[in-house]
């Protein structure tokens, strides 16, 4: 009675390497689907806007974080732009506060 108990246990602890990697299959399984589902397009989505917003030139109609649609009157080599918001009224910003450019200007005929 005494001796098929201790069989048992040998020999769940002859696999217990294999049961060890078996309980971190499912953690590995919920990281590649998360990296997939929420890391992969975070990632892209904010390659695409830092290319948006290095591609900022004067005369373009752009929306705001904050709702505001304007014209961009300067880009300054500091990160920062000019955006009129009305006539003769100017905003200075951080240009990633730029979410979407609504319309771009033509770019000038080298001539």
């Known amino acids: 009675m005494f001796v098929s108990p201790a069989y048992a246990q040998d020999a769940s602890a002859a696999a217990g390497g294999m049961a060890a990697f078996g309980q971190f299959v499912p953690l590995i399984l919920i990281f590649v689907i998360m990296y997939f589902l929420l890391i992969r397009p975070q ?3 904010a390659k695409e806007h830092k290319a948006m ?8 109609m752009g929306l ?4 505001i649609i304007g014209k961009v009157v300067h880009l300054r ?3 920062e732009i000019e955006v009129e918001i009305a006539k ?4 200075r910003m951080i240009r990633s506060a730029v979410v979407q450019v609504l319309s771009k200007t033509e770019p000038a005929a080298n001539s």
């Not at 917003?53 to 373009?60: E, M």
């Not at 705001?64 to 709702?67: I, L, N, S, V």
């Open 88 to 91: 003769d009224m100017k905003v």
């Open 64 to 67: 705001t974080q904050a709702g």
């Open 43 to 45: 990632q892209k989505k």
């Open 53 to 60: 917003v290095d591609a900022l030139r004067r005369g373009d």
């Open 77 to 79: 080599e500091d990160g």
